[in-house]
């Protein structure tokens, strides 16, 4: 087993660490870190737990730590707050502990990789270049609408070549956290503002689908152009894409391209069977959230309504989709843990060997 942390564990997203982790065959999590307040509190006093399943109770009797703690751990999960994440993964970092990131502070960082496993494992090589004065490391995983558009784009780009892209997203109220957003903004409404998360879009985009070269990633030549909306879904980011090609290809072209696509995680051994990352449905009314969102254990992304998009080039160079994933789950800790097993099959993170 690989000994987990979870910094910021009483979170949205520390707690849906917890959930996953605590059914996980490779980790076993053995300290919960959250702010001073909870601190001293055994973790189901502490976490206002608001996940479906029940709390794992060895887990909800972990004594939650403050972030200056130091546990006897191979991986350490961040679920932080970006107000704080920044100096605090660092530190971690600096103390040697190899740091699995969900918050955005290191994502454009030139030697911290940005990583979807099935979409630029090779990534991983930026750990190379980081020098926190010890052995430990940071990685990061996208923004929860950044993965779903960048898993549909990949088979797309690699067949055909990508140039430009509009994406408008409607995202679930839980990628907001807890309490997020107010009960009447949100009923029967729209808010067509998400903070920062246009430019997240943009520049995330461009770096996971950008090229592994001797002196960093090399940017994807393309544009992304991104409108944000949130919506009274509880689950599950949609996003509707229309998308600009280099090579001309039919409707029919382009979902098989997303069909027949093969995740380079195949050739590595993993100890847990890994879901499909990418499904394409011919359904007309589909992907819905109330009936996808959980594909795959929440990891899997459902493509749909793959069209021409004579809007976005009349050379049949335009295609147009929609794509849904799970927000907290693909887009947020469950990316980050398959990350954590990414590390593991590389070596980059090895099990605790017991005398």
Known sequence: MIRAAILGATGA???TFVRLLSRHPLFEVVSVVASERSAGKPYREAARWL????????????????????P????????LDASVAGDVE???????????????????????????????????????????????FIVTNPNCSTIGLVMALRPLHDAFGVEAVHVVTMQALSGAGYPGVASL??????????GGEEDKMATETLKILGVLEDDGVRDADLVVSAQCNRVPVVDGHFEAVSVRLKTPTTPEQAAE?????RSPLEDLTFTTDLPAPLVVTDDPAAPQPRTHVNAGDGMTA??????????????????????????????????????????????????????
């Not at 996940?51 to 130091?70: F, K, M, N, R």
């Not at 006897?72 to 679920?79: P, R």
């Not at 903004?185 to 998400?194: R, T």
């Not at 021409?308 to 994933?325: E, N, T, W």
Request: hydrophobic residues 45%; proline residues 5%.
């Open 13 to 15: 997203v520390g707690q």
């Open 72 to 79: 006897d751990c191979e991986v350490v999960f961040s679920g």
């Open 257 to 261: 391209a997303m069909r027949s696509w």
């Open 185 to 194: 903004d949100a009923l029967g409404n729209v808010v067509p503002h998400i």
């Open 51 to 70: 996940q479906a399943e029940t709390l794992d109770p060895i887990i909800g009797d972990l004594v939650v730590q403050d972030v200056h703690a130091s």
């Open 302 to 355: 459902t493509v749909g309504r793959v069209q021409a998009c004579p809007a976005m080039a009349s050379d049949g160079r335009g295609v147009k989709f929609v794509v849904l994933s799970h927000n907290t789950v693909r887009g947020a800790a469950g990316c980050a843990i398959l990350n954590a097993q990414l590390l593991h099959a590389q070596g980059r993170v090895q099990e605790r060997v017991e005398a």
């Open 90 to 136: 660092a530190d971690w970092a600096r103390r040697g502990y190899a740091v699995v990131s969900n918050a955005r502070n290191w994502r454009m960082d030139p030697t911290v990789p940005l990583l979807v496993p099935e979409i630029n494992p090779d990534h991983v090589a930026l750990i190379d270049r980081q020098d926190w004065g010890s052995d430990g």
